[in-house]
């Protein structure tokens, strides 16, 4: 069936009318003249003012019949018009409605369904040749981990074999004290996530495994690391600034020329660990075990070692002053031209350590054990707390400075 436009109708049926009126008003016109022609009686003057003036009577009649019309016609077109577009309100209004109706009914999927296609994929681009694609997979698994309670303890340890297979120990660094090379962007970028975890998602006795990886240079600083395993590793020249290191597992590492600065090392593991240089000042060593390390012309200068266990390390020329050290077992360490000056040495164990030249200037040296110390070249001037049967049952000669309330032992000489 064929269909035609209503504006196009409307606009046909008006353009009718317009003839029908301009015809009527030429007829009228024609009428008009013929009358004034044939009429006797009147001048030619009279009658050319007649004619005008039915002709702008005409006119106006004429006029306001199109006036009419227009308006007639325009108020019809608005209405339709309207009526168009609150149809057109009225179907934009039932679509919506439709959509409300669709997404009502529509379900998001779960971030439980979400996380595996998500883990799967950082998981393929953490193998990615290209660091740009490992450096994005390390950040998308930690969005997950945060995401995902459950995949937090998985994420932690996939770092950590990811760093472990990545930066193994390298032997030849052993005896090196030099600043090596920049840390892999990548590897460092695991670290700083794993250091930054929300700990309290850590299972009960699960811990870190790190060992025997090379981290020299890393930037740890304020890392949690707490009771990580990191034995055997390279460690040196790494900012450990505030970081936690609390029960961590450091045995056998090499931490030259690394910072400790208020870092916490309480009841942290170091046996025959290497700390020469290290910056340990305002560190937190309580309890921590450091025997048979090396920690030769490492700063302790306000550090806590209360209670800490330094049998047998080399703690020569050590900087130590107003350090904490109260109960500290320093059996047979080396502990020769060591700063010791203002540090808190109450019940100290001092048996057979070396303390030569040591200089222990107001050191408070309260009921420390000094049974065979060797104070041989030691300044002990301005010392308190210090008695005349620890005196004795140590080691000195005459260049041993005491306090000079105490007098030097017969036996010295």
Not at 104 to 131: C, D, H, M, W
Not at 383 to 402: F, K, M, V, Y
Request: glycine share 6%; charged share 20%.
């Amino acid at each position: 069936m064929k269909t035609y436009d209503i504006s196009f109708i409307k606009t046909n049926g008006l353009t009718t009318l317009l003839v029908f009126i301009s015809v009527i008003f030429i007829l009228s016109l024609t009428l008009i003249f013929s009358f004034f022609e044939y009429i006797q009686g009147f001048s030619t003057q009279e009658k050319i003012e007649y004619i005008t003036q039915a002709l702008t009577t005409l006119a106006i009649i004429i006029g306001g019949l199109a006036l009419i019309i227009n308006a007639y016609y325009t108020s019809r077109l608005s209405l339709d018009e309207n009526q168009s577009l609150l149809t057109q309100l009225l179907a934009g209004t039932l679509a919506w409605d439709k959509n409300i109706g669709t997404c009502i009914n529509y379900t998001q999927p779960t971030p439980q369904e979400i996380v595996p296609e998500r883990f799967s994929k950082a998981i393929e681009q953490l193998g990615n040749e290209k660091i740009e694609t490992r450096f994005a997979a390390i950040y998308a698994l930690e969005r997950i981990a945060k995401d995902s309670p459950k995949d937090h303890w998985t994420i932690m340890e996939i770092l950590a074999a990811f760093i472990r297979e990545n930066a193994p120990v390298n032997q030849k660094y052993e005896d090196e004290l030099q600043e090596s090379s920049k840390l892999p962007t990548d590897i460092q970028t695991a670290l700083t996530v794993i250091g930054r975890r929300d700990s309290h998602k850590d299972p009960v006795n699960q811990k870190l495994d790190l060992r025997n990886t090379d981290l020299s240079n890393a930037d740890l600083t304020e890392a949690n690391l707490s009771r990580a395993i990191l034995g055997g590793a390279n460690l040196q020249w790494v900012n450990f600034t505030r970081a936690n290191l609390s029960e961590a597992d450091l045995s056998v590492t090499y931490l030259c020329g690394s910072i400790f600065y208020q870092a916490n090392l309480s009841k942290a593991i170091l046996p025959e660990a290497n700390l020469q240089g290290v910056v340990l000042r305002k560190a937190n060593l309580s309890k921590a075990i450091l025997y048979d390390a090396n920690l030769e012309g490492a700063i302790l200068c306000d550090a806590n070692l209360e209670g800490a266990i330094l049998c047998d390390a080399n703690l020569e020329g050590a900087i130590l002053c107003d350090a904490n050290l109260e109960e500290v077992n320093f059996e047979g360490s080396n502990l020769q031209d060591a700063n010791l000056i203002g540090s808190n040495l109450q019940r100290a164990k001092l048996a057979g350590a070396n303390l030569g030249s040591v200089l222990l200037s107001t050191a408070n040296l309260q009921e420390a054990n000094l049974q065979e110390t060797n104070l041989c070249g030691a300044n002990l001037s301005g010392s308190e707390n210090l008695e005349l049967q620890q005196i004795e049952q140590a080691i000195g000669d005459r260049t041993t400075i005491l306090p000079e309330n105490l007098k030097i032992p017969q036996h010295w000489r």
